[in-house]
């Protein structure tokens, strides 16, 4: 390369703007899907029939995304400019739509569910309407209890479409940085991981992923994206591993805090999905708590006792 090209390569690299919001994808929950039946087909223990129950479930929340996307139903709230865009607002303010969105839900997965499984639906169909949203706030909230674990995965189902019919609304303009950089800048869950971008020109740029609103969010791969700290991170994974989640799954530890999140190479995983890969992974987190480091990020379909 010649230095006058090296000097227009440096100059485009240093006007580049690095975007730092992407809007979840129109066909993200069938391409979660997808993911969920590459892992499962991968699978050998009990835990392939959980992963392929979840490409089956969605699979409906797809149905029902392209059933109420662009459609007047579903408003934005109106918010203080100090709040990010989407908060318990969005459920509070929709609540025949959220209740619709159940029983539409319930229609499509009916014939797929078990005994135990119809039971839980039962009781949450038994809900009077204001019980069944101040459930939805709870767990939006992650302050859903023992007893009321059962009802986790529907509720963030229903919660997932809701809040990403809500982001597809969004004009970047509208979202800001936030100072919990792990927290989503659009509806303020816990990050429930991240992935490196893997080509282009946003390569090795680490972003966080939403479980709920599924926005991405970039932030500084050189920081903990819980304290912030920039000193002493370390990178952990199962070296040596043939399979498909663990080969491009890693934690980003930080002795600060002692936490750590997981993050997903696409280089070396183009499909990987911060919620899916992260339910196929789970023997990293075993090994990181046998090291007693702390997880965090929240994934709607894990449910921790």
């Given at each position: 390369m010649h230095l006058q090209d090296a000097r227009i390569n440096n100059q485009q690299k240093e006007f580049f703007e690095i975007p730092f919001w992407f809007q979840p994808d129109d066909h993200m929950f069938n391409l979660r899907a997808d993911r969920f039946e590459q892992l499962a087909a991968e699978e050998t223990s009990d835990w392939h029939k959980y992963l392929t129950f979840l490409a089956n479930l969605c699979r409906a929340q797809q149905i029902l995304f392209d059933r109420h996307n662009n459609q007047q139903a579903l408003t934005l709230p109106q918010t203080d400019h100090e709040e990010r865009p989407l908060s318990t607002l969005l459920i509070t303010s929709h609540s025949p739509l959220i209740n619709h969105l159940f029983n539409e839900l319930y229609t499509l997965l009916e014939q797929q569910l078990s005994p135990t499984a119809i039971q839980v639906w039962r009781e949450l169909r038994q809900l009077e309407q204001q019980e069944l949203i101040q459930l939805c706030v709870k767990a939006f909230n992650q302050q859903i209890n023992l007893a009321q674990q059962d009802y986790t995965v529907w509720i963030n189902a229903v919660l997932q479409i809701i809040y990403t019919l809500a982001a597809k609304?969004?004009?970047?303009?509208?979202?800001?940085?936030?100072?919990?950089?792990?927290?989503?800048?659009?509806?303020?869950?816990?990050?429930?991981?991240?992935v490196i971008i893997g080509r282009g020109n946003l390569e090795g740029l680490r972003y966080l992923q939403c479980g709920i609103c599924n926005s991405r969010w970039h932030s500084i791969r050189a920081h903990c994206s819980f304290c912030d700290s920039s000193h002493n991170l370390t990178i952990q994974n199962i070296e040596h591993t043939s399979e498909a989640a663990l080969a491009g799954a890693e934690a980003e530890c930080c002795p600060n805090c002692q936490s750590y999140r997981k993050r997903y190479r696409l280089a070396k995983q183009q499909y990987a999905d911060p919620i899916a890969d992260d339910l196929a992974s789970l023997a990293l987190d075993i090994m990181?708590?046998?090291?007693?480091?702390?997880r965090g990020g929240a994934n709607p379909f894990l449910i921790m006792t």
């Amino acid at each position: 390369m010649h230095l006058q090209d090296a000097r227009i390569n440096n100059q485009q690299k240093e006007f580049f703007e690095i975007p730092f919001w992407f809007q979840p994808d129109d066909h993200m929950f069938n391409l979660r899907a997808d993911r969920f039946e590459q892992l499962a087909a991968e699978e050998t223990s009990d835990w392939h029939k959980y992963l392929t129950f979840l490409a089956n479930l969605c699979r409906a929340q797809q149905i029902l995304f392209d059933r109420h996307n662009n459609q007047q139903a579903l408003t934005l709230p109106q918010t203080d400019h100090e709040e990010r865009p989407l908060s318990t607002l969005l459920i509070t303010s929709h609540s025949p739509l959220i209740n619709h969105l159940f029983n539409e839900l319930y229609t499509l997965l009916e014939q797929q569910l078990s005994p135990t499984a119809i039971q839980v639906w039962r009781e949450l169909r038994q809900l009077e309407q204001q019980e069944l949203i101040q459930l939805c706030v709870k767990a939006f909230n992650q302050q859903i209890n023992l007893a009321q674990q059962d009802y986790t995965v529907w509720i963030n189902a229903v919660l997932q479409i809701i809040y990403t019919l809500a982001a597809k609304k969004l004009a970047k303009e509208q979202i800001k940085p936030i100072a919990n950089i792990g927290y989503c800048p659009c509806c303020g869950t816990d990050a429930v991981g991240s992935v490196i971008i893997g080509r282009g020109n946003l390569e090795g740029l680490r972003y966080l992923q939403c479980g709920i609103c599924n926005s991405r969010w970039h932030s500084i791969r050189a920081h903990c994206s819980f304290c912030d700290s920039s000193h002493n991170l370390t990178i952990q994974n199962i070296e040596h591993t043939s399979e498909a989640a663990l080969a491009g799954a890693e934690a980003e530890c930080c002795p600060n805090c002692q936490s750590y999140r997981k993050r997903y190479r696409l280089a070396k995983q183009q499909y990987a999905d911060p919620i899916a890969d992260d339910l196929a992974s789970l023997a990293l987190d075993i090994m990181l708590s046998e090291e007693q480091w702390r997880r965090g990020g929240a994934n709607p379909f894990l449910i921790m006792t």
